[in-house]
């Protein structure tokens, strides 16, 4: 059974609030995790992944892109036409997610977060752990 227009929307924006949450969950996590030696928050691909999601945000906003899941999300909806109203949790995160700011005050708030993210990766290096050999 395929997904309605409106329903694949409302998933997308689900996905969007959980890379949102992955994203001020390591801003906050990392320095705390330090101060409470949390090994998880030196975890090489966590941080690496954490890292490079924020650089894709910064980078399209500094192009004057919207996010790409924002573009989909948009798509579906206005397929679904005005009868597909979304469900009222979709449009309390709407306006969590969506603030009607000029472009380039996300751009500058984007590289900002960017930059103290990447502080973070000096100030809290990750460690890759090494792999443990068995001997034959």
């Given at each position: 059974?395929?997904?309605?227009?409106?329903?694949?929307?409302t998933l997308i924006l689900l996905a969007h609030l959980a890379v949102v949450a992955f994203n001020v969950f390591g801003l906050v996590a990392i320095p705390i995790g330090k101060w409470l030696r949390w090994d998880f928050v030196r975890g090489?691909?966590?941080?690496?992944?954490?890292?490079?999601?924020?650089a894709v945000v910064a980078l399209q906003a500094v192009l004057g892109?919207?996010?790409?899941?924002?573009?989909?999300q948009n798509a579906l909806r206005?397929?679904?036409?005005?009868?597909?109203?979304?469900?009222m949790i979709a449009t309390?995160?709407?306006?969590v997610l969506y603030w009607s700011l000029p472009l380039w005050m996300f751009a500058a708030g984007y590289v900002a977060v960017l930059l103290y993210a990447l502080m973070l990766w000096r100030w809290v290096p990750p460690r890759i752990r090494a792999t443990e050999r068995v001997s034959a």
């Amino acid at each position: 059974m395929a997904l309605s227009p409106g329903t694949a929307a409302t998933l997308i924006l689900l996905a969007h609030l959980a890379v949102v949450a992955f994203n001020v969950f390591g801003l906050v996590a990392i320095p705390i995790g330090k101060w409470l030696r949390w090994d998880f928050v030196r975890g090489f691909w966590w941080r690496f992944a954490h890292v490079l999601s924020l650089a894709v945000v910064a980078l399209q906003a500094v192009l004057g892109r919207a996010c790409f899941l924002t573009i989909w999300q948009n798509a579906l909806r206005t397929d679904a036409g005005p009868s597909d109203v979304p469900p009222m949790i979709a449009t309390w995160i709407n306006s969590v997610l969506y603030w009607s700011l000029p472009l380039w005050m996300f751009a500058a708030g984007y590289v900002a977060v960017l930059l103290y993210a990447l502080m973070l990766w000096r100030w809290v290096p990750p460690r890759i752990r090494a792999t443990e050999r068995v001997s034959a």
